[in-house]
């Protein structure tokens, strides 16, 4: 089984609708993200959180929110989606050594919002 | 502004060629910097970590220099095989923001038999 899952996969919604991505890891990572990628802009921070109690806004944070329900999973919501958000979230984790960050991704979620 | 910048136009080299791929940024103070691999429609997968006080990083056909003077790194792939085709990101971290990765936006490869 995958590390690091998303669903959906894939959703097309409305514009003004609530829609929420959902991530769960089983790398035993404390440190959790989601990005965004549009064509051309590459990934972008939306939001990430380094331990459950931890959540931080990135670059790009508005119009979304996030939950951390424990250190395995990391919701992405869009509280009233607009078709701007169509893009493709990704979510990663991490592992904090001292050495580098290097993160996991998860196979993403292309959302499109009509 | 903080920038990261790779070549926005594809590579596209003969298979057995070295193709040579390259990350410039602007105005950050990296501890390290990663390179990643994307397909498409899925999740970038990492491939090497240079840290600020390395030149160079080898794993088998690969290899990334890292020149904090010049403010780039480049990133080879010796040998280079149509399975290489994808697009390399490279990806920052600056040692004021605790872990984060900052990416560029990546630069396609195509290597044509």
């Known amino acids: 089984d995958a590390d690091v899952t998303q669903t959906p996969r894939n959703r097309i919604t409305k514009t003004g609708k609530r829609i929420m991505l959902e991530c769960s890891q089983t790398?035993?990572?404390?440190?959790m993200y989601w990005y965004r990628q549009d064509p051309g802009l590459g990934l972008r921070l939306i939001y990430y959180?380094?331990?459950?109690?931890?959540?931080n806004k990135g670059e790009i944070s508005d119009g979304y929110s996030v939950s951390r329900q424990a250190q395995a999973k990391f919701s992405l919501s869009l509280e009233s989606a607009i078709p701007n958000q169509t893009a493709l979230y990704f979510c990663a984790t991490s592992d904090w050594t001292g050495k580098g960050d290097t993160q996991y991704f998860g196979p993403g979620t292309r959302l499109t919002v009509l | 502004s903080q920038k990261i910048e790779q070549n926005s136009e594809a590579l596209n080299i003969q298979e057995g060629k070295t193709a040579t791929l390259t990350c410039n940024y602007t105005n950050y103070s990296p501890a390290y910097l990663q390179w990643y691999r994307q397909d498409p429609g899925r999740g970038p997968v990492f491939l090497l970590l240079?840290?600020?006080?390395?030149k160079e990083k080898r794993k088998e056909r690969l290899k990334v220099t890292f020149d904090t003077t010049l403010k780039q790194s480049l990133f080879h792939i010796t040998a280079s095989q149509p399975a290489d085709s994808a697009t390399y990101l490279c990806?920052?971290?600056?040692?004021?923001?605790?872990?984060?990765?900052?990416f560029g936006q990546g630069t396609t490869l195509q290597v044509k038999p």
């Open positions: 790398k035993g990572h404390d440190r």
């Open positions: 959180s380094f331990d459950v109690k931890d959540i």
């Open positions: 990806a920052l971290t600056s040692s004021s923001n605790t872990g984060k990765l900052i």
């Open positions: 240079i840290r600020e006080n390395e």
